[in-house]
């Protein structure tokens, strides 16, 4: 799965558009072989208080998604955690593999609001459902 531009029904966290300014969301996920699996050590790092905050209320999650269109293998890992670890076996991958960063619902939020919202939403609440995008990183 390849992120592109593109409009979400709320605003969200990207590096390809304004909806929440003055804000970063940084992921990085590194992966090394062992001799039966893939270890991917995925650090998230954000200054947006109200995201951390929903994190921590265990309202919003991490999420990386792994997906290798080769043996069609896809699989999302989630995390209220800042850093944390997972495997893929390694008959699991083959060739070219996709991993996608997020900051997920882990809940329906009946009246999402957030402080760094660009102000054409600053007023506005929104409805999210569980499992939608609050934040997207690079590829």
């Not at 998230?44 to 951390?52: I, R």
């Not at 997920?104 to 007023?123: G, I, M, Q, S, V």
């Amino acid at each position: 799965m390849q992120i592109k531009p593109r409009a979400y029904p709320h605003p969200v966290l990207s590096h390809f558009g304004d909806d929440i300014v003055n804000s970063f969301f940084q992921p990085i996920v590194s992966v090394k072989g062992t001799k039966n699996a893939y270890v991917f050590d995925a650090v998230f790092e954000t200054n947006n208080a109200d995201l951390l905050t929903l994190i921590n209320q265990h309202k919003a999650q991490y999420a990386v998604h792994v997906e290798c269109n080769q043996t069609r293998y896809r699989n999302i890992f989630t995390s209220s955690l800042e850093k944390f670890t997972f495997e893929v076996a390694a008959g699991l991958l083959d060739g070219r593999v996709e991993v996608c960063s997020f900051i997920l619902a882990a809940k329906p939020l009946d009246k999402y609001k957030n402080a760094d919202f660009h102000p054409d939403y600053a007023k506005l609440s929104f409805r999210v459902r569980k499992g939608d995008t609050l934040a997207v990183g690079h590829d």
